[in-house]
């Protein structure tokens, strides 16, 4: 298994990022799939989770900004990030596991991609 995260990069205060997430070896359609982030000297935490395609939920910090989508044919999942703010700078994974239950809990998640680094300057 193998999940492939990309589209990273550094953007201004109020822009937007969509990150991409390509597994092999699983079907992200029986699996819930979720991204977290992590700031230098933080813990990583919870962004947002798409579980069956369409049941999805987000951070309240992100919430109103960040669309989580799946593409089944393409076996990817997307974060469309939109007004982008400093305080989102980190680097950002996606994970794939079957626990529907701790999904906001890296514990969740027996698969993950490598980081993709966002930046927002201010």
């Known amino acids: 298994v193998q999940l492939q995260a990309c589209g990273g990069g550094l953007v201004q205060a109020g822009g937007s990022l969509r990150l991409s997430c390509a597994a092999s070896?699983?079907?992200?359609?029986?699996?819930?799939v979720a991204w977290f982030r992590q700031a230098p000297g933080k813990e990583r935490e919870f962004v947002s989770n798409?579980?069956?395609?369409?049941?999805?939920d987000y951070a309240d910090s992100v919430k109103g900004r960040f669309t989580v989508s799946v593409d089944n044919a393409k076996n990817t999942v997307y974060l469309q990030m939109n007004n982008l703010k400093p305080e989102d700078t980190a680097d950002y994974y996606c994970a794939a596991g079957r626990d529907s239950v701790n999904y906001r809990r890296t514990r969740a998640y027996p698969y993950w991609g490598q980081g993709t680094q966002v930046t927002v300057s201010s």
């Open positions: 070896g699983l079907t992200f359609s029986s699996y819930a």
């Open positions: 798409v579980l069956a395609g369409d049941d999805t």
